[in-house]
């Protein structure tokens, strides 16, 4: 069965610094995808990246970037310059084969940016 | 702002009681998926509905129920409600198979007493 794993439920980081948030899965399905979202404590869920099992690259958008590596099953999340806006809880998801496109999350991680 | 619209925003009701949760997906989007989140469970896929049509179903209960009508907006309907059933459920929706994104709504914050 398709499995997320976050196993940092807190992170902190100082303002201006790179931050990563660690995510493995398991799966048995060659295509997948894999999302990060965050969740401030207004409660919404922000997509923030998308990676495809068969992308070449590793997806950027802004500030965060995926480090994926697809042998050792991670798919990381990398937050540049990190700004006090960015204190939040962070899910990593993974959408299960072609047919149903449900996703599946973490546990996820509250990250907390201090000045 | 996702452009997934999500009705009521709040909503206390009593046990045993039945509520309804409107979703408003992205214009587009034919996909509509229904989470729970709750501080035990986590992030939980209770059911996917894509055109009108039920596609995929998770950890959803008998007491519940959905539907996504012909103008693909989607109800979920919450019976016999519990204690237990508090909780931020939310809307997501997205373009179709094999999605790159999937946007939600703000989510509706149920609290059964």
């Known amino acids: 069965a398709q499995k997320i794993t976050q196993t940092q439920p807190g992170m902190f980081v100082q303002e201006k610094e790179a931050v990563t948030l660690d995510c493995t899965y398991d799966?048995?399905?060659?295509?997948?995808?894999l999302f990060w979202y965050k969740q401030p404590s207004s409660g919404e869920m922000i997509f923030l990246i998308y990676?495809?099992?068969?992308?070449?690259q590793n997806a950027t958008e802004g500030r965060y970037s995926l480090n994926f590596q697809k042998a050792r099953k991670s798919a990381n999340l990398v937050i540049s310059a990190s700004q006090l806006g960015d204190s939040a809880m962070y899910f990593c998801?993974?959408?299960?084969?072609?047919?149903?496109?449900?996703?599946?999350f973490g546990t996820g991680t509250r990250l907390q940016v201090f000045p | 702002d996702s452009g997934v619209t999500q009705t009521p925003k709040h909503l206390i009701t009593a046990t045993g009681q039945r509520v309804t949760l409107r979703c408003s997906p992205r214009s587009g989007d034919l996909s509509v998926y229904w989470y729970q989140q709750s501080l035990d469970q986590g992030l939980q896929f209770l059911i996917q509905y894509y055109n009108g049509e039920e596609r995929a179903k998770g950890n959803i209960l008998e007491r519940f129920s959905a539907q996504q009508f012909p103008d693909l907006h989607s109800e979920l309907n919450l019976s016999s409600l519990e204690l237990g059933d508090s909780a931020l459920y939310f809307c997501?929706?997205?373009?179709?198979?094999?999605?790159?994104?999937?946007?939600f709504g703000q989510g509706t914050r149920l609290t059964v007493v």
């Open positions: 998801a993974m959408r299960e084969g072609p047919s149903t496109d449900k996703l599946i």
């Open positions: 990676q495809g099992s068969y992308d070449q």
């Open positions: 997501a929706s997205s373009p179709g198979r094999g999605n790159t994104e999937a946007f």
């Open positions: 799966t048995s399905d060659p295509s997948y995808g």
